[in-house]
């Protein structure tokens, strides 16, 4: 790496058009005068080695890797912090000044942070959570809230196989509850979270009644798009807490950004309506 070049970084994926996070990390650029860039890069998985292992010598500080690259990454990764090992996947890269590449998963600190940051107070540690969803975000989410001391977590997937194979990986307080009962696990949690694509645009809405729900829960939708999703509506309408989804992507590129251009950078309505703009 050297000095006399712009610091640069990225993300790269497969399909990337719509990326969000050139917004999001341009805008911090900007608003604390570093000259500097944030790039999409467009790399196909049988690319992605060769493509990745030039970056330092391009002058990349790191990266942001998503789908698909974000499991393949780890075995390039010279040390891997324990909460990207513990979920199986990496989404921030940092290409140390040794020559050593550091993987870290900032999904599961993006999520807690934008729950602290919407409902102050909330702690996991506060009581069950029902999770919604096997996937890659639920990996993230369900190791946050148990880092947090969430005492159980009921996890309920359309294909309830996959929720079966998390719950063996994180152990007994993560309890598999049936998709199509997902109404009864609501008695007593202090936290809901959709990690599904359900109530995203061109999907089908999350039909759920939060009525068994305790008034004093929490209500969060990973989906940003649209921001007030079908069951944000649910929570609103019975006039219980909840928190949206842009905030975590916002906040998991806190700890990339620092790392890359030496700025803890800040989460504020700005840098949400920058990101936001069509
Ligand atoms: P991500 O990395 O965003 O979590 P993913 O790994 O593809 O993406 O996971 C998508 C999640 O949304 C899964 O829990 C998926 O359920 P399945 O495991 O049964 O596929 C869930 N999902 C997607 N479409 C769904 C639908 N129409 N009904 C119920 N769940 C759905």
Known sequence: MSANRLPLAGVLGWPIAHSRSPRLHRHWLARYGIEGDYITLGVEPRDFEAAFRALPLLGFRGV?????????????????SDRAALIGAANTITFREDGSI???????????????????????????????GAGGASRAIVSALLSDGAPEIRLANRTRSRA???????????????WLHMEDALDGVATVVNTTSLGMTGQPPLQISLKRAPKTALVNDIVYSPLMTPLLEEAQSRRMRWVD??????????PGFEAWFGVAPEVDAELRAAVLAE
């Open 164 to 178: 079966e194979f998390l719950a063996g990986e994180f152990g007994g307080r993560v309890k598999v509850v049936d």
């Open 245 to 254: 989804g842009i905030g975590m992507l916002l906040h998991q590129g806190r």
């Open 102 to 132: 550091y993987a870290d998963n900032t999904d599961g600190y993006g999520f807690l942070e934008n729950l602290r940051a919407g409902a102050p107070g909330w702690k996991a540690s506060e009581g069950p959570a029902l999770v919604l």
């Open 64 to 80: 942001n890797v998503t789908i698909p690259h974000k499991e393949t990454v780890l075995r390039l990764a010279t040390k891997v």
